[in-house]
Nanobody, 125 residues
């Protein structure tokens, strides 16, 4: 399984940015796909997920109403659309996946088996 994130970038506070992750070596429809992020000196935290069952989506409270996750099964791609970015959103964003994760684990990094190399998002104030 290989997960490759697109380049993040630098954006001003209030701006928008989209990051994508292309998965290979998987039957994409059978995998939960998630985004986590890690800021310097902080633990990796859950951002958003598309479940493998029914394609349900969940986002962290800290980004609700601003971030949207979507999955394109024809392109093996999951995209995180980030709007109204804040300086506290700056982090390295990681795409993660699992075929066997339980619904109760979707927000927990311990439930994921695969992750990408990460992409850096910088938000200037």
């Amino acid at each position: 399984v290989q997960l490759v994130e697109s380049w993040g970038g630098l954006v001003q506070a209030g701006g928008s940015l989209s990051v994508s992750c292309v998965a290979s070596g998987v039957t994409f429809t059978r995998y939960a796909m998630a985004w986590f992020r890690q800021a310097p000196g902080k633990e990796r935290e859950f951002v958003a997920v598309v479940s493998q069952r029914h394609g349900s989506t969940f986002v962290a409270d800290s980004v609700k109403g601003r971030f949207t996750i979507s999955k394109d099964n024809t392109k093996n791609t999951v995209t995180l659309q980030m709007n109204n970015l804040k300086p506290e959103d700056a982090a390295v964003y990681y795409c993660e996946s699992s075929r066997t994760i339980l619904s109760s684990q979707l927000r927990s990094q311990s439930g994921y088996n695969y992750w990408g190399q990460g992409t850096k998002v910088t938000v200037s104030s």
